[in-house]
């Protein structure tokens, strides 16, 4: 079977990329289709054997700021050609499921989540734009006609895969209400086996130490919350990640609260085993994140919507809050002081969402389609 993958942009690293490599391990020859690839922001792509770009990786600027691309992406997926293809794979959180294949192609859509700037997030999006295109003084006036066209665009898309699959109820609740079509849920691979808790020695008592956000840092992840509710407590936080947020929360942050960048899995393990919990304030689409510290043996404080309500197990495998305030959060904080957790019923939780589970159900997916 000739097998293709498809994804939105290759410039980045997070869930939805170990999604692609879990891909790339069911599929080793299967090349991959994007609109954009940047090879130096994304060093993870050289595994697979061949990538190809769309015509819009001749245009400069839309290496460097993505947000500009909506207008074009439609076109750039729609142009491709896989009429030499069994079968095509998409994993996308935006134009990639847009891809059009001839009926002797099965088209399977790994939905990420219905487009964000469209949908489920189209206030904070446009509330006050953070993009390049926000600059241009009419934006107000342009932008109506290229949302009307975009989601009518992209309920279209949303058809064109013979399955779709959701990552969480949540994002399969998400495409019945916008896309108006069934999902079949398929939990993203976490590599449960490479994170595991810190063994414990007759001689070694090995103490928890500080809370730990491992996230993107852009708003919708929500980690400025995090940072005033940390800031409250005056309790040690440690952030790791990269991204626009990063110079705006490091100048509100106090010392207690320490940001350490993007580090390797080796260190990202560490830190996991030695993190009292894993703090996610944001609403995931899964948050892959909260499997491997629970695979660590640390459980979590999350956002009780989202992915969290598939991954979090309220009281055994960590603390759900409600609502996204600073005293909510605080408030939750407070209440995992007071509570014992067994390393065994995070481990045993977190084995839910192995990289086995994902190539078996996917792989069982794709024989019945």
Known sequence: MKVALVYDR?????GAERVLLALHEIFPNAPLY??????????WAKIFPRIYPSFIQKIPIFRNFHELLGWLTPIAFEQFNFDNYDLVV?????????????PKTKHVSICLTPTRYLWSQKRFYYKKPQWPLSLIPFYKFFSKPFLNYAKYWDKIASKRADVVIAISNDVKKRIKKYYKRDSVVIYPPVNVDYFNPV???KKENVKKLDYLVVSRLVPYKKVKLAVEAFNRIGRKLVVIGDGSEKKNLKKIAYKNIEFVGIVSDMKLKKYYQLARA???????DFGIASVEAQSCGTPVIAYMKGGSCDTVVDGKTGVLFNKQTIDTLVDAVKRFDRMDFKTNDLVNNAKRFGSRNFEEKFLELINKT
């Open 199 to 201: 063994q414990k020695t």
């Open 10 to 14: 290759i410039n980045k690293w997070g």
């Open 34 to 43: 994007c609109a954009v690839a940047d090879i130096q922001k994304a060093p």
């Open 278 to 284: 894993l703090i996610m304030p944001q609403n995931e």
């Open 90 to 102: 998409s994993v996308s959180s935006e134009a990639a499921k847009g891809v059009i294949v001839k």
